[in-house]
C-alpha cells in the first residue's frame, strides 16, 4: 500500500485566494483525520470523518475552512479566502474504524504558505 | 476533558546518554496509547504502541515505552540516544470506541549532540 497521499507537498498563494488540499487514505481505511501544525500552537485536529461523516469539526479555525468526504477514498480541505495566519504544514491520517486496536497512518503532509 | 501532556517541551542530551519523556494523559475509559516520532522536515511515524496485555511495550529503534495505569502515564525511554534521534515526540491516545479520534500531546523536542 503507498500509504496515505496528500498532494500538493507544497502550496504557496496570495492572501484572498481559494487554496484546496487534498488526501486519499489507505485503501481499507474508514476514519480519516485532518490536522494542522504549526509552531506557535502544535499539532491540532482540524475534523475527522467516520465513513464519510464528519464526526467532530470543533476544531476548525472558522467559516473560511470546509472539508469534505465525498467518498471513502478522497478528502479535500478547502481555505476560502486564504490568510497568512493559515500558513502551516497541514496533515492528513487514516485509521481502521473497523479495529478499534488500530493507530492513525500519516500522510507525508502539505507545507502551505500564504503570502 | 480529554488531554495529554507532555513534561517537557525540549530535551538536550548527548549521545549515548538515557532518554525519558515523560507522557500523562486524562480519560474517561479505557484507552490506546501511542509515541509517534517527526523527524526534521517529515510527517509523523508511529514508535511503538499499547493496546492491551504487557504494559511494558518496546518499538523500533531501541525505544520502548511503560504504561503505569495508576498514574495515567505512558512515559518513553531510551537507555543510549544517537545523534539520529533528534526528532519532535508526540505521546498520544485515543479510546477503544470506533468513534474516538487520537488526541496528541504538544510534542517534546530532542536535540542530540554528538
Known amino acids: 500500500d503507498a500509504g496515505v497521499i496528500q498532494s500538493p507537498r507544497h502550496e504557496v498563494t496570495e492572501m484572498g485566494q481559494e487554496v484546496t488540499l487534498r488526501c486519499k487514505p489507505i485503501?481499507?481505511?474508514?476514519?480519516l483525520f485532518w490536522y494542522r501544525q504549526t509552531m506557535m500552537r502544535g499539532l491540532e485536529l482540524l475534523i475527522y470523518?467516520?465513513?464519510?461523516?464528519?464526526?467532530?469539526d470543533s476544531g476548525m479555525p472558522e467559516d473560511r475552512f470546509s472539508a469534505k468526504m465525498p467518498n471513502a477514498s478522497f478528502s479535500t480541505l478547502k481555505i476560502q479566502p486564504s490568510e497568512p495566519r493559515d500558513s502551516a504544514v497541514y496533515f492528513c491520517a487514516s485509521s481502521s474504524m473497523t479495529a478499534i486496536n488500530t493507530e492513525a497512518f500519516f500522510g507525508q503532509g502539505t507545507r502551505l504558505t500564504v503570502v | 476533558a480529554q488531554s495529554v501532556s507532555q513534561h517537557n517541551h525540549h530535551v538536550i542530551l548527548s549521545e549515548a546518554a538515557s532518554l525519558e519523556l515523560g507522557c500523562n494523559y486524562s480519560y474517561g475509559g479505557t484507552v490506546n496509547l501511542f509515541w509517534y516520532v517527526q523527524y526534521p522536515g517529515q510527517h509523523l511515524q508511529l514508535l511503538l504502541k499499547y493496546f492491551s496485555g504487557d504494559p511494558l511495550v518496546k518499538g523500533i529503534k531501541g525505544f520502548e515505552a511503560e504504561f503505569i495505569k495508576s498514574k495515567f502515564s505512558f512515559n518513553l525511554r531510551k537507555p543510549s540516544v544517537q545523534w539520529s534521534d533528534t526528532a519532535e515526540y508526540f505521546c498520544?491516545?485515543?479510546?477503544?470506541?470506533?468513534?474516538?479520534?487520537?488526541?496528541f500531546g504538544p510534542g517534546t523536542s530532542l536535540s542530540v549532540i554528538p
Open positions: 470523518f467516520n465513513n464519510n461523516v464528519p464526526i467532530d
Open positions: 498520544a491516545v485515543k479510546g477503544k470506541t470506533s468513534y474516538d479520534k487520537v488526541i
Open positions: 485503501s481499507g481505511h474508514n476514519s
